[in-house]
């Protein structure tokens, strides 16, 4: 039973950091022009495209394991892959709670803990 729910949170975290990743790379210009204004009175504000290029980066990653993760718990009990797509998105996560406490954005932050608790939760039941 544990399985299933470690698939269903992989797969969560699969379509989370995949679509969010997706968004930035077809509209990249529209996320760096929203995220200028957003950290505009932070140190951030003249390194928007190159922390949102890490960003994307982590968050492919992120996504890809998690989805390779997934395949392999459903396949051969495997959980090398989600594990560490798990570690990945907390990583993810606590990269864009950095930027939206950076930004004085609490709502952003408090939705941020929402994506975070799942996330723990695959850690901790992949490791």
Not at 40 to 54: D, E, I, Q
Not at 76 to 93: D, K, M, P, Q, T
Request: aromatic share 14%; net charge positive.
């Amino acid at each position: 039973m544990n399985n299933v729910a470690s698939i269903l949170i992989l797969a969560f975290l699969a379509l989370t950091f995949l679509q969010s990743g997706y968004e930035k790379i077809f509209y990249w210009n529209d996320n760096v022009a929203w995220l200028k204004e957003h950290f505009s009175k932070t140190r951030l504000k003249n390194h928007v495209p190159l922390a949102l290029a890490h960003l994307l980066i982590v968050e492919l990653i992120s996504g890809i394991l998690c989805v390779v993760g997934g395949i392999q718990l459903f396949t051969n009990n495997g959980r090398e892959f989600g594990f560490y797509g798990a570690i990945f998105s907390c990583i993810s996560l606590l990269m864009m709670l950095f930027g939206q406490r950076l930004a004085k954005d609490y709502d952003g932050a408090r939705t941020i803990v929402i994506y975070f608790i799942p996330a723990v939760m695959a850690v901790y039941w992949l490791n």
